[in-house]
């Protein structure tokens, strides 16, 4: 193929575009230094540290559209945060179980039906703890 027609062909092609999603209900703090995976369609943003230095352990889920319960707990209150696609609203989920402690600059993979997140900063120290969350169905 000719060299100016791909360059044609490339110019003609549209740029892949960012946009800002809006959304409503209580939005999850602002945060740096989290980890995110993405499971089954979501994308699931663990812990982090605010601008005011708070470390966090709250799994927030973005669901690209189809609304699944999940179970995930805080230090403070068991929770989760929600954001369901379509209703462009964040929501807060009732859990249990015993989370990781607050913390920062750790790593997150998946494997299967878990998350597993390693490490980072809790404020007192850098662990290297290894903790599993189960994706509920």
Known sequence: I???LISQIADQQEAP??????SAGQLPQRRHAHSAVV???R???FGGITDTSVYLNDLVEYNYGIFVHLQFASYVQ?????FVLGNERWSRVKTAGHPPIARHSHS?????DSMYVFGGSTGDEIDNIIYEYIFGN
Not at 108 to 112: K, R, S
Request: charged share 5%.
């Open 108 to 112: 997150a993979l998946v494997y299967q």
């Open 78 to 82: 068991n929770f989760f945060i929600l």
């Open 43 to 45: 994308m699931y943003i």
């Open 2 to 4: 000719h060299t100016a």
């Open 17 to 22: 575009v960012w946009q800002e999603v809006s």
């Open 39 to 41: 499971y089954s369609g």
